[in-house]
């Protein structure tokens, strides 16, 4: 080869390797960006999500001096459990507002009055007299949760400077909050009431605690039911089952099963264990049984995965020295695949406390104040509730969606690094 040709070919390897190494820089390049992109929207999302959610962990009070005098209360002097439960303590409110403002005559501008204080107060006002009756006939002083367009204008989110007409909330309201402010009689304070009471048409007396407790009730069939279950199946599948056209065929489908849209799992629910079984309508127990078949393949996929990774030379040992195949499998397989068998089924669950579609086919839609308190109550679940809030005007609402929606990912990060966790510290290098 002469001296031209060799420097023709450096020339041509040089240019080549120039390419490729432009190429890796591009690929590189999209690929951060592509990073970046995804960590800005998320850090978008988040954010948002934050701020319109923070503002639902605080709720404002009115202080009142309410008078219990047996004839507003519609009720005698020493009146029983059912008469407390029926009086009217809205009447009550009424005029302890109306002491408050005097020179108000007018009943549209009493209705604006009224409006201060929830609708949901006269509850709280029932919950204190029934549990204390003596206080009939008394004169004492209660924080009450105020309505949710003061609570509004309390946070800035209405503009006063718009015409009077163009806004809810009016300037003969805006002058009572003022006068309430300036004598010390509006309260902020951190918000109990969003975990302590269940759903309400009242915004500002909605909670979450209802729908906490139904997705408790919900995954812990779901656990009781899947978990067993699917580890049974990994095991037998995996170290049992003979390697044949059928366990081929149903290998296949717990994999196709996997990648089933979750709604199908809510027909299937409907059809079989409402439809065919008559089981209740929006209940814990139903919705477990439709989430335990849909998180049953991802956690066989993650089971038979942890089993696969345990070395045969620990079959083989055991084996040897006399142990029997169930020996083998459950005294020495097992609980070495078992942090792996934990972790998927961890994010199994997380999966399921993330769920709607499949739980709305089945009635958990429906519109639940009490707290579930059994397997067959009436109950909802979080993303449900966030469902139901994410659709409804008022702006109180609008902070509630996201304040629960915050609770949902914070249970769910929990979940995940708690997956993480066990994965790290029991996870066996081979």
Not at 140 to 149: K, N, R
Not at 215 to 226: E, F, G, H, N, P
Not at 343 to 368: C, D, K, R, S, Y
Not at 369 to 391: C, E, G, K, M
Request: glycine share 6%.
């Amino acid at each position: 080869m002469s001296a031209q040709d060799k420097r023709d070919t450096t020339e041509l390897v040089q240019s080549s390797l120039q390419r490729r190494y432009a190429r890796e820089k591009r690929f590189r390049f999209f690929g951060l960006a592509a990073i970046t992109a995804s960590l800005t929207f998320l850090a978008v999302l988040l954010i948002t999500i934050t701020l319109r959610g923070l503002p639902a962990f605080k709720q404002t009070f009115i202080q009142l001096d309410i008078t219990l005098d047996a004839k507003t209360l519609g009720t005698d002097e020493n009146p029983d459990t059912d008469a407390l439960r029926k009086a009217n303590y809205n009447g009550t409110i009424k005029n302890s507002l109306l002491a408050l403002f005097p020179d108000v005559k007018k009943r549209a501008d009493k209705k604006r009055l009224y409006k201060l204080v929830s609708n949901g107060a006269q509850y709280d006002l029932q919950r204190k007299v029934m549990a204390d009756p003596s206080l009939i006939g008394e004169t004492f002083t209660i924080w009450l949760p105020v309505g949710d367009d003061t609570n509004g204008y309390i946070q800035g989110n209405i503009d006063t400077t718009l015409p009077e007409k163009k806004r809810r909330f009016k300037d003969n309201q805006v002058q009572w909050v003022e006068t309430l402010k300036e004598n010390n009689q509006i309260e902020r304070r951190f918000n109990y009431t969003f975990f302590e009471r269940g759903d309400s048409r009242e915004p500002e007396m909605a909670g979450i605690k209802g729908s906490l407790f139904g997705s408790m009730l919900t995954l812990t069939v779901t656990l009781l039911l899947s978990f067993p279950v699917a580890v049974a199946t990994a095991i037998y599948l995996e170290e049992f089952a003979p390697k044949n056209r059928w366990t081929d065929i149903i290998e296949v489908n717990i994999n196709n099963l996997a990648a089933v849209p979750s709604i199908v799992f809510g027909l299937l629910g409907l059809a079989i264990f409402i439809n065919f079984f008559n089981l209740p309508r929006s209940a814990p127990i139903v919705g477990g049984l439709v989430l335990s078949l849909m998180t049953l393949p991802t956690i066989i996929i993650s089971a038979r995965a942890a089993l696969k990774s345990v070395p045969p030379s620990i079959r083989d040992a055991a084996l040897g020295v006399g142990a029997s195949k169930l020996q083998v499998v459950f005294h020495h397989v097992l609980p070495l695949a078992m942090p792996g068998i934990l972790t998927g089924t961890i994010i199994g669950m997380a999966q399921a406390l993330g769920e709607t579609a499949p739980l709305l086919m089945i009635g958990m839609v429906a519109f639940i104040v009490d707290v579930p308190t059994s397997l067959t109550d009436p109950a909802t679940v979080l993303p449900v509730q966030i469902y139901q809030w994410a659709d409804l005007p008022e702006k109180g609402f609008v902070e509630k969606t996201s304040a629960a929606i915050m609770v949902l990912l914070a249970f769910l990060i929990m979940m995940n690094a708690v997956a993480v966790y066990l994965r790290r510290k029991f996870e066996r290098k081979w």
